[in-house]
């Protein structure tokens, strides 16, 4: 796990919220706290869903960042800034086999639980965390790095400064 302190809060929330930057990642939970505590829930809730629609969600269960990105930016945007955000973001199953088959980690993509972006705002500071979770028990950590490299790779790549805490 590392955490990145970044350095350009309103150029990295314009990137979260006005652009799709993080569109491709599915969003697990978050919550807003502004006058009130919004809590968001990533689950798909497939009873919402027509049959057709069930259908071509297949076997997701959680909702991309671009679906719900619309109404976080309602909670955020305004006058003042929230006291408090975190959304917890992970890497999508067709982005994890892809960093599996590119760095040659010997895990199966099914042993992957997630690979986890926490992005939290609180005393005007944003710090952004990455996390791993197996579905087994390993004392290698090779994924771990893979994982923190690549996001410090993506912050650079969409121009997001950061310093490592």
């Known amino acids: 796990m590392i955490a990145l302190k970044i350095a350009d809060v309103g150029d990295f929330m314009k990137k979260l919220l006005l ?60 006058k003042r800034t929230p006291l408090a955000f975190r959304f917890s973001l992970q890497l999508s199953p067709t982005n994890v086999e892809k960093l599996l088959a590119q760095s040659g980690v010997a895990i199966p993509a099914e042993q992957v639980r997630g690979l986890i972006l926490n992005v939290v705002y609180e005393r005007r500071v944003l710090t952004c965390t990455t996390g791993t979770s197996l579905t087994v028990f390993t004392l290698d950590k090779k994924l771990d790095h893979v994982w923190e490299d690549m996001v410090q790779r993506f912050f650079h790549q969409q121009k997001i400064p950061f310093e490592i805490l």
């Open 19 to 78: 652009s799709d930057v993080f569109d491709h990642f599915l969003l697990l939970e978050g919550s807003v706290t502004a006058f009130n505590t919004f809590q968001i829930d990533g689950f798909l809730q497939k009873n919402y869903y027509n049959t057709e629609e069930q259908e071509l969600l297949g076997e997701r269960t959680l909702s991309y960042w671009a679906e719900v990105r619309p109404f976080c930016l309602s909670l955020i945007k305004g």
